[in-house]
């Protein structure tokens, strides 16, 4: 872990200045730790979250890109950046997920990613797993979102978006900025014991019928698995 430059002091200062809650953490052998919690300020805010859609940056350039060289949609590129750090590249979460697409050292490695808070290499790696999903789960982005998340063997092990909080949350403030509105009211439950029936694309839940809060955005057909 490197001890903070008075260059990245300066990230702290900007990232705060834009709301991201960004916090330094000193350990106990003097290494200085930036991490931010995605969830927190108003990133917890839908409303503010859907003004943030295809939010412009100086990493425009990387993102279009390598958006252009996977076939990916650079605004949606732009919504994981957004959910995922903020725009700061160097933000580091209390996972371990490291830069702007909040790569974990293990995906990094997967896709050939050395320097994780590089810019350039982060967002390249980043997208090309987030097309890797997009393919893997065709016409179904809310799935690709919670595979992003929580790991794809997490969403093909329960047929769907986990019943992890964090990860539906995570599916809900991803598409809201990718839309530039919030995104449903509520949650779309349906019975989610392993080896039945599961919403396609939607949130598996303990709920013992389906049911649709007002508001919320259908999200699948219910398909047997």
């Known amino acids: 872990m490197r001890v903070l430059s008075v260059a990245v002091m300066g990230v702290i200062l900007v990232a705060s200045a834009a709301g991201a809650d960004v916090r330094l953490t000193t350990k106990r052998d003097g290494t200085k730790l930036i991490t931010n919690d995605a969830r ?10 859907a ?6 940056s100086k990493y425009d350039p990387i993102i279009e890109r390598y958006a252009e060289k996977y076939r990916l ?20 979460s209390h996972k371990g997920a490291r830069g702007l697409m909040q790569l974990m050292p293990g995906t990094a490695q997967r896709f050939g990613v050395k ?21 893997l789960f065709p016409d179904d982005l809310p799935r690709a979102l ?16 986990p019943p992890y909080d964090e ?54 057909q219910v398909s047997a698995r």
């Not at 949650?187 to 949130?203: I, N, Q």
């Open 115 to 135: 320097r994780i808070h590089d810019p350039d290499e982060n967002i390249r790696g980043g997208v090309q797993y987030l097309a890797y999903l997009t393919r």
């Open 73 to 92: 949609d650079a605004t949606l590129v732009r919504a994981v950046i957004q959910v995922e750090s903020a725009f700061n590249p160097a933000c580091v």
């Open 40 to 49: 927190a300020s108003r990133g917890g805010n839908f409303d503010w979250l």
């Open 146 to 161: 919670a595979a992003y998340n929580a790991g794809e063997n997490a969403v093909l092990k329960y047929g769907g978006i």
């Open 167 to 220: 990860t539906q949350t995570y599916v809900k403030r991803a598409m809201t900025v990718y839309y530039g509105r919030p995104y449903g009211g509520g949650a779309v439950m349906f019975a989610g014991r392993r080896g039945g029936k599961k919403l396609r694309g939607g949130f598996a839940g303990a709920a013992p019928i389906a049911a649709l809060i007002p508001g919320a955005k259908y999200l699948g």
């Open 51 to 56: 003004k943030q859609h295809d939010r412009r």
